[in-house]
């Protein structure tokens, strides 16, 4: 591999073997794709989940997911509590739907990032999904499922505060697809303390009053 | 839809508009011109030849999106009018790219700031560059033009409190300010330039240049990708392009190929260089994608006592140039200080953080207040850009290594920041970094700020605006178009976006681009009438 990345490893004894495991650039890009392709000859599910059954998971049997597979679903199902943590409805069906509509404006925005960033995605979520490497970098010992509020808090912080770029890039990733996808949702617009478009300029524009 | 707008009403007088997701059968076009890409220097040139009496053919990769489509909504916009769906990177994930992917591209999503290109950039150019045609006072009459085009002004209303805490600041320090001239018509003050004008108050190229080169029986194929220009002996024969399907984002599979006898390339700083390397245009001295600029910029958050509600109003209005040349042209990294708007999904992607603490802070988002820094890259040698490339699937990826002269103006930056906004009464300031908390007094931020560790990823950093990578000189050893955006090597093919700047602008760029690509377009509208 590459030089830059092997005379940074001095500094940081904690890191030391995930940094050899694990480096940036392109030695990144492609552990990861291997973890891709492993994480599919293995049984994880990577390709798009489509319309899933509302007993199944508890999101909207109605929605086509277009990007998300089940492991996909069910790592922002273990994230967004942690992620959304005093800003969800306390209620436990109105904090079900709030997760599950969260999960599937995530998977329309992804929708929209084209090919080349959904690759990225990809490798990130296979990597998050696929137990080796979930174990290894994201030191989640169980399946998400059963990863509590706590433990998925305690993970985004490990990677938020890592010194490794990619893990924090990993951290902003996986945070800022949520965040937009929660706060900028119109019903989740009072929890920033935003009231909107004003109402006087919503009822004089034309775009508002077309059948 | 009202008849009251451009847009709506061209369409219904017939204007020529293929929307190219609804083409089902392959097919070759042609004309005098095809320009490609329809964002500030596209919409300049489509309009500038086809008054010429020249044929035109507009290409863009985005849709056309207009006042139907602009309900103030940020997660339509950011999935609709944005490069990636917002999601655009740099190579390493530690810039996030906001370009516009539009009929009008970044014109119909920028927040208005209207500035000519400062007299020490353009002073830079001709010593540098050899650009000696493009000295303040031969350019001014093309600013003067572009500026009564776009009805580029002062911003006269009020500030809002979000751009006024810049002022306050400044004020207090002693610092320069300004208010920025915006390009509106009959602004509504509603702060929402970010995600379509809702009032068709923007004069950007959606309506204005676009509209005239329709007007004059230009033809634009939107939801077209330029795949490829195709050459024969010594002149680009023409462009293959691709039709997008009804997603916007994979191709349906139909083809369309353009014939013209001249090619211009707007495509961005991004997609010019992308659309060239795919092209393998003659580059003997590989200089296609090198020398790509940003403006870096970073940013601090201020907790305000009052209300300053910064997603309503002008979102740009006062800037601070105190600190842009302070240093000379190529001294130590000079930034411009401006504002941003802060919308919830913009303000919960900029701000990182997640649980407690992330809600607490956009909890506050009506108290909270921003001021970025746009660095000026390109002026000094340790500051020679980032590089264009392609992807393996041909998509063009920027990747732009921060150097320590970069970093060394992004902490200066931050601590300028912070100075300002306590010294315009804030309550708390953050760095917008991973290990950055809110610090309640000035002293206390000074010495943390100094203290952060200037890395990539942990500083979040943005750009806005980018500019280079098929830079404009004299000599075609170091450049990629002459002073006119001639490409030095094929002579049917022009170039005329921001990614012919040699280096940043230090300024918000679009009038930049709107002034050379009129500059430009004039004369190759005489070349190509006389021939």
Redo the contacts between chains.
């Keep these: 591999m590459s030089d830059h990345s092997l005379k940074n490893t001095s500094d940081d004894q904690p890191e030391l073997s995930r940094r050899g495991f694990l480096k940036t650039g392109l030695g990144g890009a492609l552990l990861l794709s291997t973890v891709s392709l492993t994480a599919g000859l293995t049984g994880c599910a990577t390709t798009p989940a489509g319309r899933i059954s509302a007993v199944d998971t508890r999101t909207d049997a109605r929605y086509q997911f277009q990007f998300l597979s089940r492991d996909d679903i069910a790592l922002f199902e273990a994230l967004l509590p942690a992620m959304f943590a005093g800003a969800l409805p306390e209620e436990a069906n109105q904090r079900r739907f709030a997760i599950a509509g969260t999960i599937e404006r995530v998977d329309q925005g992804i929708a929209m990032f084209g090919p080349a960033n959904q690759q990225e995605l990809r490798k990130l979520f296979d990597l998050l999904n696929f137990a080796p490497t979930r174990i290894a970098l994201a030191r989640v010992w169980s399946d998400w499922p059963s990863v509590s509020t706590e433990d998925a808090d305690a993970f985004l912080n490990r990677w938020r505060n890592s010194r490794i770029g990619l893990l924090n890039n990993g951290y902003i990733a996986l945070t800022k697809i949520s965040n937009v996808a929660f706060y900028g949702h119109a019903p989740h617009w009072h929890v920033s303390g935003y009231a909107g478009p004003p109402a006087w300029a919503v009822d004089a524009l034309p775009q508002f009053h077309n059948a | 839809?009202?008849m009251?707008?451009p847009i709506a009403r061209g369409l219904a007088s017939g204007w020529n508009v293929t929307d190219a997701s609804k083409l089902t059968a392959d097919q070759t076009v042609e004309a005098d011109v095809v320009v490609i890409g329809t964002g500030a220097g596209g919409g300049t040139t489509a309009e500038i030849l086809a008054r010429q009496g020249l044929s035109v053919i507009l290409v863009e990769e985005g849709r056309l999106y207009y006042?139907?489509?602009?309900?103030?909504?940020?997660?339509t916009a950011?999935?609709?009018l944005y490069q990636?769906?917002?999601?655009?990177?740099t190579a390493?994930?530690?810039i996030a790219i906001l370009q516009g992917r539009c009929v009008g591209g970044s014109t119909t999503v920028n927040w208005t700031s209207s500035f000519r290109t400062p007299d020490e950039t353009l002073n830079y150019w001709s010593q540098s560059f050899g650009l000696d045609d493009l000295t303040p006072e031969a350019m001014a009459p093309w600013f003067g033009g572009r500026e009564e085009r776009h009805t580029m002004a002062p911003w006269q209303t009020p500030p809002n409190l979000n751009n006024d805490i810049l002022r306050q600041g400044c004020e207090k320090l002693g610092y320069s300010w300004q208010v920025i001239p915006r390009n509106v018509k009959g602004c509504?003050n509603?702060g929402?330039c970010g995600v379509g004008c809702?009032?068709n108050a923007k004069q950007g190229a959606l309506m204005t240049t676009i509209p005239g080169a329709l007007d004059n029986s230009a033809q634009l194929f939107h939801g077209l990708r330029a795949e490829r220009l195709v050459m024969n002996q010594d002149r680009i024969d023409h462009l293959q392009a691709s039709a997008m399907g009804p997603?916007?984002?994979?191709p349906s599979g139909v083809t369309v190929t353009l014939k013209a006898r001249h090619f211009v390339v707007a495509a961005s700083a991004i997609g010019s260089p992308g659309l060239l390397l795919r092209s393998e245009l003659p580059d003997p001295h590989q200089r296609v994608g090198k020398r790509s600029f940003i403006h870096p910029v970073n940013a601090t958050v201020a907790r305000m006592s009052a209300k300053v509600d910064p997603?309503?109003g002008a979102p740009q209005s006062i800037y601070s140039d105190e600190f842009n040349f302070k240093h000379g042209v190529d001294g130590p990294a000079g930034y411009k200080l401006e504002v941003p708007p802060l919308?919830?999904?913009m303000?919960?992607?900029v701000v990182?953080?997640?649980?407690?603490e992330?809600?607490?802070n956009?909890?506050?988002?009506?108290h909270m207040q921003s001021v970025i820094a746009l660095l000026r890259d390109g002026f000094h040698p340790d500051s020679p850009g980032g590089t264009v490339s392609l992807?393996e699937?041909g998509?063009p990826?920027l990747d732009y290594p921060i150097t320590d002269y970069l970093w060394q103006g992004i902490r200066e930056a931050y601590l300028h920041m912070a100075e300002i906004q306590f010294a315009a009464g804030a309550e708390a300031v953050q760095a917008m970094h991973?290990d950055s908390d809110w610090y309640t007094s000035w002293s206390q931020a000074k010495a943390a700020i100094n203290n952060l560790p200037m890395?990539?990823?942990?500083a979040?950093l943005f750009t806005a605006h980018q500019m280079g990578g098929c830079g404009m000189g004299a000599d075609a050893k170091n450049s990629v178009v002459n002073g006119f955006g001639e490409h030095h090597h094929v002579t049917n093919l022009s170039i005329h976006d921001a990614s012919i700047f040699p280096t940043s602008i230090g300024a918000n760029p679009q009038l930049s681009v709107y002034a050379l690509a009129a500059r430009n377009s004039a004369r190759l509208a005489q070349r190509l009438v006389r021939a």
């Design positions: 839809m009202s009251n707008d006042q139907k489509d602009f309900k103030m909504d940020e997660l950011y999935a609709s990636e769906g917002m999601s655009r990177v390493d994930g530690a509504w509603l929402y809702p009032t997603d916007g984002v994979h997603f309503h919308h919830p999904a303000a919960a992607g990182p953080g997640h649980g407690k992330q809600a607490n956009l909890g506050q988002l009506p992807r699937d998509s990826i991973l890395k990539p990823h942990r979040r």
